[in-house]
T-cell receptor, first 114, second 113 residues
């Protein structure tokens, strides 16, 4: 089973709203990722968690706040977003940081900021 | 940052044809991954390559890790309608942490009726 789940599938929010994206995997993977993807572009890395600790932040604005409550869950808290933040947000996981490199992606959350 | 050149950008083929696409880099990679993405969905891992010269198949798909470690190709034989989508290569360069991938720009595959 190589399934990563993401909720919600679609999200529309205003610029003053606070919302959260959720990602879950039960494969025992110890690295989890958030990516942002614009139409017709490859995914862009935002954050990496290794063993539940934030290991990479790609200079993402503070209006995006990641959280890793345990080894199976990854959240992305959103606050005061801008219309240009509208995109497909992808979560991914990989088995063990530093040893295996294949990343498995979830289906994504389509975010629209109005 | 490091760039991956993926070609062609798009392909228009007829059902049953074979497909070939490739990724090249000016620097070496330790790992090459190939993904397929359908509209509105997340990328699905097709093939992972870990050694220079490695040739790996997954059904009608075959991918190779170039000997120089600077390129990889993906072939699809006897294409079918469900092969339509965007194909991304991704590489893990030795200069970054193990968790960071560099993605190619994608090849959009369309099947002409």
């Amino acid at each position: 089973d190589t399934e990563v789940t993401q909720t919600p599938k679609h999200l529309v929010m205003g610029m003053t709203n606070k919302k959260s994206l959720k990602c879950e995997q039960h494969m025992g993977h110890r690295a989890m990722y958030w990516y942002k993807q614009k139409a017709k572009k490859p995914p862009e890395l935002m954050f990496v968690y290794s063993y539940e600790k934030l290991s990479i932040n790609e200079s993402v604005p503070s209006r995006f706040s990641p959280e890793c409550p345990n080894s199976s869950l990854l959240n992305l808290h959103l606050h005061a977003l801008q219309p240009e933040d509208s995109a497909l947000y992808l979560c991914a996981s990989s088995p063990r940081p530093g040893t295996y490199y294949e990343q498995y992606f979830g289906p994504g959350t389509r975010l629209t900021v109005t | 940052g490091q760039q991956l050149n993926q070609s062609p950008q798009s392909m228009f083929i007829q059902e049953g044809e074979d497909v070939s696409m490739n990724c090249t880099s000016s620097s070496i990679f330790n790992t090459w991954l190939w993904y397929k993405q359908d509209p509105g969905e997340g990328p699905v891992l097709l093939i992972a390559l870990y050694k220079a010269g490695e040739l790996t198949s997954n059904g009608r798909l075959t991918a190779q890790f170039g000997i120089t470690r600077k390129d990889s190709f993906l072939n699809i034989s006897a294409s079918i309608p469900s092969d339509v989508g965007i194909y991304f290569c991704a590489g893990q360069p030795p200069s970054f942490g193990n968790e960071k991938l560099t993605f190619g720009t994608g090849t959009r595959l369309t099947i002409i009726p």
